[in-house]
């Protein structure tokens, strides 16, 4: 009999990597890892970002790269990321399925990945934020710290969109086909302005 797999996806700043697992005895049957070159210019000179649709193109490819044997196996995805970034997209308009296309998920609106580089924030746009009561330290590169500055200096961007992630809550979403986000408490955590003790947000301050 056949046994089941789990496939693991792993979006980091450089490269997309995926790992097929044998859930019975745990043991990695494939690996892939396939470049993302998704960096983009910039609209602040100390700004990181990187192109949404490059990064899915190179989860599609890592896919597609899966031997045949093991697709129809697979029975769970486990999907982590790089910490900290941030992408905005409106719901109902951030990508579409072609089921007829090589790459079925096909981006349609959504803002660039700002990153973990990110370092727009400087420490007197730090300072002049609200206090947090987190465990966790706000930076730039954080998500929620992203979305001060970009209501603060680019309120069009932020007025363009209703929804906002990291990149792998964001493909999550794609995968379960569904707008409504849901972040685990370690991503949460890494964008700034998360209770760790009580495990929410902190939504008066």
């Not at 370092?119 to 465990?135: E, H, K, M, V």
Request: hydrophobic share 40%.
């Amino acid at each position: 009999m056949a046994k089941n797999i789990v496939l693991g996806i792993d979006l980091g700043t450089t490269s997309v990597k995926l790992c097929l697992v044998d859930q019975e005895d745990r043991e990695v049957v494939y690996t892939t890892t396939v470049a993302t070159n998704a960096g983009v210019p910039s609209d602040d000179e100390n700004g990181s970002e990187q192109s949404v649709p490059l990064i899915l193109q190179a989860v599609q490819k890592a896919f597609l790269d899966l031997p045949d044997r093991y697709k129809s196996r697979i029975k769970a995805i486990g999907v982590c990321g790089q910490m900290h970034g941030c992408v905005l997209w409106r719901s109902g308009s951030g990508w579409k399925i072609d089921k007829e296309s090589k790459n079925p998920i096909q981006i349609v609106d959504c803002s660039h990945l700002y990153t973990w580089q990110d370092g727009r924030c400087d420490i007197n746009f730090l300072q002049d934020l609200p206090a947090s009561q987190s465990t966790v330290k706000i930076a730039t590169g954080f998500g929620c710290v992203t979305l001060f500055w970009l209501l603060r200096n680019r309120p069009e961007i932020i007025h363009q969109f209703n929804r906002a992630a990291t990149i792998q809550d964001f493909l999550v979403c794609i995968l379960c086909n569904t707008d409504e986000v849901v972040m685990s408490s370690q991503n949460a955590a890494s964008w700034g302005y998360y209770d760790t003790i009580r495990n929410c947000w902190e939504t008066e301050m």
